[in-house]
């Protein structure tokens, strides 16, 4: 089982439930889903690029990552919609959990000049997003392999009913939010 899910079963679930007084297990904030974006604008003149950001998502996330489309044509970007341009992976279960650990604990303190993420990313729903500007971070990726540098979007879904029951459940799992 990964780390984090045994540590929200047996320890992080009765602590949320007691601290924000849910008479139901049911009703404690959880972790629903994680999604991880890649645009590549570049992709439109080179089909490669975007290969290559496929390769490394699934690299990064274990998982086969499925190509987006542009869904307006704009002129200025010399984009039509339709184009590919660029790819996403959607975690559940475990393989949530397991990139959520090695995300906190491994490739977000591999950042230059690393100090917390922001705490004030959360929407009114209580999803967290938050931005990372190369692949690099993440061990899975050899930098000889890398022809360019690609950022990532990386949305966090919870049932948190307000971002406070979100922000602790991310807290507890470990999320190193800057003071």
């Known amino acids: 089982?990964?780390?984090l899910l045994e540590l929200y079963k047996k320890k992080l679930l009765p602590e949320?439930?007691?601290k924000f007084r849910h008479k139901n297990p049911?009703?404690?904030?959880?972790?629903?889903?994680?999604?991880?974006?890649?645009g590549v604008g570049k992709a439109i003149?080179?089909?490669k690029i975007l290969e290559d950001a496929q390769k490394h998502l699934g690299l990064i996330?274990?998982?086969?990552?499925v190509a987006t489309k542009a869904k307006k044509s704009v002129a200025g970007f010399k984009l039509r919609e339709g184009n590919l341009i660029g790819c996403k992976v959607t975690l559940r279960g475990r393989k949530m959990y397991e990139f959520l650990d090695r995300l906190f604990?491994?490739?977000?303190?591999?950042?230059?000049?690393?100090?917390?993420i922001s705490p004030s990313s959360f929407d009114e729903r209580g999803n967290?997003?938050?931005?990372?500007s190369e692949q690099v971070?993440?061990?899975e990726i050899h930098i000889e392999d890398i022809e360019f540098t690609q950022g990532m979007d990386i949305t966090i879904v919870t049932s948190g009913k307000s971002k406070e029951e979100s922000k602790e459940l991310l807290r507890l799992l470990g999320a190193p939010f800057r003071e």
């Open 1 to 3: 089982m990964a780390r």
């Open 16 to 18: 949320l439930k007691e």
């Open 26 to 38: 049911m009703a404690v904030s959880r972790l629903v889903k994680v999604v991880v974006n890649m």
């Open 45 to 47: 003149e080179n089909r």
């Open 61 to 65: 996330t274990g998982q086969r990552p």
């Open 105 to 116: 604990n491994v490739a977000l303190p591999r950042l230059k000049d690393f100090r917390g």
């Open 128 to 132: 967290y997003t938050l931005g990372i």
């Open 137 to 139: 971070i993440f061990p």
